[in-house]
């Protein structure tokens, strides 16, 4: 079964650290482009980041630029995203999702398979 499973969200003071997980059964993720998006209530969903899977490329979208670093370990079949000096603008539930093409994208259409979601809040 094709799963890809979240952990590592909660609850964080500002400026705090978390490091969301995304690991995969059922499949590998050596030949995937892997993003992480995020939903905040009332708002639509927002590509946070990609890797890809040739090259380890990534990309970040500007508001987590400098503090956010996408990583995988292939040998884990596991997504990392290492979030610093969090905001409570970061407060989301925050989704991994794969897609088969090999270009740096957070276009959501492009993705096939999506995890359940973390929730992360970062609240004094």
């Known amino acids: 079964q094709v799963q890809l499973v979240e952990s590592g969200g909660g609850l964080v003071q500002p400026g705090g650290s978390l490091r969301l997980s995304c690991a995969a059964s059922g499949f590998s993720l050596n030949y995937y482009t892997i993003a992480w998006f995020r939903q905040a209530p009332g708002k639509e969903r927002e590509g946070v980041s990609c890797i890809t899977s040739s090259d380890g490329s990534t990309t970040y979208t500007d508001s987590v630029k400098g503090r956010f670093t996408i990583s995988r370990d292939n040998a884990k079949n596991t997504v990392y995203l290492q979030m610093n000096s969090l905001k409570p603008e970061d407060t989301a539930v925050y989704y991994c999702?794969?897609?088969?093409?090999?270009?740096?994208?957070?276009?959501?259409?492009?993705?096939?398979?999506w995890g359940q979601g973390t929730q992360v809040t970062v609240s004094s």
């Open positions: 999702a794969t897609s088969r093409f090999p270009i740096l994208t957070t276009t959501p259409n492009l993705y096939d398979y």
